[in-house]
């Protein structure tokens, strides 16, 4: 069965409730179990790889008892997004009131998903966060700025500062670790390759590359972390001092 083209707009959060299909609802099946085996599927083969067929194959199903609960494969999608963003680890703000510390673990859970999952962060940018976990998450960071002291008029852009450099730092983070695994070298060995090679044909790129390390060649993954943490810093930094001046006027 043949996925119907949808309006990007659409959202199967705002669609209207399903028409339930004729007979008796597939035995051993749940949207909730398909939605957990897309994700793991999604995790070992990626967004590109992964189709309803392969889905029912790894059910041991027909594609056609997929759509009992789902329409589409977009649909699927949409939930599994929804699923992983639930799997954050975040402590509710009323249980400890300080905003910094709910924007700083909402960042870094953010981008643990993303890591865990890459594929999330491209539908991130694809279907509309409308889901209960996204809601949520949404809602948390809103909360936390609204503890600030900042304007409101200018909550959105401070969120904006922050989530925005997570979901940008990810982006390029997950495109990074793709070439590396097509090297098949590890991540050091495959830097020190680069290295090498922007060295050899450019030097001056190679000496700003040097300035701009946060952290030893020998450890690319520690100097990923270090440069995340720090952008963070800058940008809770920015808050504050944006703060700082609001309450100065």
């Not at 494969?73 to 400890?96: F, Q």
């Not at 952290?215 to 440069?227: I, T």
């Amino acid at each position: 069965m043949a996925d119907r083209p949808r309006d990007p707009a659409v959202s199967i959060w705002v669609k209207p409730p399903r028409t339930r299909r004729h007979g008796s609802a597939p035995s051993g099946l749940s949207r909730e179990r398909i939605v957990r085996a897309g994700v793991e599927l999604l995790d070992a083969q990626g967004i590109a790889a992964f189709s309803m067929r392969r889905l029912a194959t790894e059910l041991d199903v027909t594609p056609m008892s997929l759509y009992w609960y789902v329409d589409a494969k977009d649909d699927l999608l949409e939930l599994a997004l929804d699923d992983v963003l639930g799997r954050l680890d975040i402590t509710p703000l009323e249980d400890h009131g300080d905003w910094r510390r709910q924007l700083r673990t909402l960042a870094q859970e953010y981008r643990r998903c993303f890591q865990l999952h890459p594929w999330a962060a491209q539908l991130a940018g694809q279907f509309l966060p409308l889901g209960p976990n996204s809601l949520l998450f949404s809602n948390s960071a809103t909360g936390a700025i609204a503890r600030s002291g900042l304007p409101p008029e200018q909550y959105g852009a401070a969120l904006g500062l922050i989530f925005e450099y997570v979901y940008g730092f990810v982006l390029i983070e997950s495109q990074w670790l793709v070439r590396v695994r097509a090297s098949g070298l590890g991540e050091d060995a495959f830097y020190q390759v680069l290295y090498g090679v922007m060295r050899q044909a450019a030097p001056g790129l190679a000496d700003n590359a040097d300035l701009l390390a946060s952290q030893p060649r020998s450890d690319q993954a520690a100097a990923r972390d270090l440069r995340f943490t720090q952008g963070l810093d800058l940008a809770l930094a920015g808050i504050d001092a944006r703060i700082a001046t609001a309450g100065a006027h």
